[in-house]
């Protein structure tokens, strides 16, 4: 497995806002080691924020549109955000990743799958509708994605937060392992 972060110092050099939204200073702590470590220490909100990252855009939304649908009280307009997100994951093409962002941008910011059309829509190209192109920031789409499956297991019953949690950040790490099938 060959990381785009190895370590925890890594990737908060390249992400300097992950530093406070993982609650970590810099170390040359393996990534998957840390993430492991959030785990067993219960500091999934931490785990779930750092995976965000870790991950490259496409898996991460990937990651996002995967998990979010565990959800049970997803509004139609949110599945809708997922379904645009999710085809842009699987066509990964401009006119695709426009449909998820004019989408995202039009839908209430207070939901999940909100963030999840902006984290598609936000994965490149130019975030400006008219004028020259504006870039999105480098971390507009791990933070959608981190804002997506925090607040979505904000909606998750008490019981049952922790395990599907814990199945999100697993579910991350097996795409670290072994990468995405996208047809899936």
């Known amino acids: 497995m060959r990381?785009?972060?190895?370590?925890?110092?890594?990737?908060?050099?390249?992400?300097?806002s992950a530093e406070m939204e993982v609650g970590e200073d810099p170390s040359g702590e393996d990534s998957v080691r840390f993430v492991r470590r959030c785990i067993s220490e219960e500091r999934l909100d931490a785990a779930i924020s750092y995976c965000a990252y870790l991950l490259a855009r496409r898996e991460t939304v990937w990651w996002a549109c995967r998990s979010v649908?565990?959800?049970?009280?997803?509004?139609?307009?949110?599945?809708?955000?997922v379904a645009l997100?999710?085809?842009?994951?699987?066509?990964?093409?401009?006119?695709?990743?426009?449909?998820?962002?004019?989408?995202?941008?039009?839908t209430n910011a207070k939901l999940s799958g909100t963030w999840v059309a902006l984290a598609a829509g936000w994965s490149g190209g130019s975030i400006a509708g008219v004028g020259p192109p504006v870039p999105p920031p480098p971390h507009a789409t791990p933070q959608a994605v981190?804002?997506?499956?925090?607040s979505g297991a904000s909606r998750l019953a008490g019981p049952e937060r922790p395990a599907i949690m814990n199945a999100w950040i697993q579910t991350a790490l097996r795409c670290l392992e072994t990468g995405v099938e996208f047809g899936r």
């Open 146 to 150: 981190r804002v997506a499956l925090l």
């Open 3 to 16: 990381l785009r972060f190895p370590t925890v110092r890594d990737l908060l050099a390249s992400f300097p």
């Open 69 to 81: 649908r565990d959800v049970r009280d997803l509004s139609a307009s949110e599945r809708e955000c």
């Open 85 to 106: 997100a999710h085809d842009w994951v699987m066509k990964p093409d401009e006119a695709q990743r426009l449909k998820a962002l004019e989408r995202g941008l039009k």
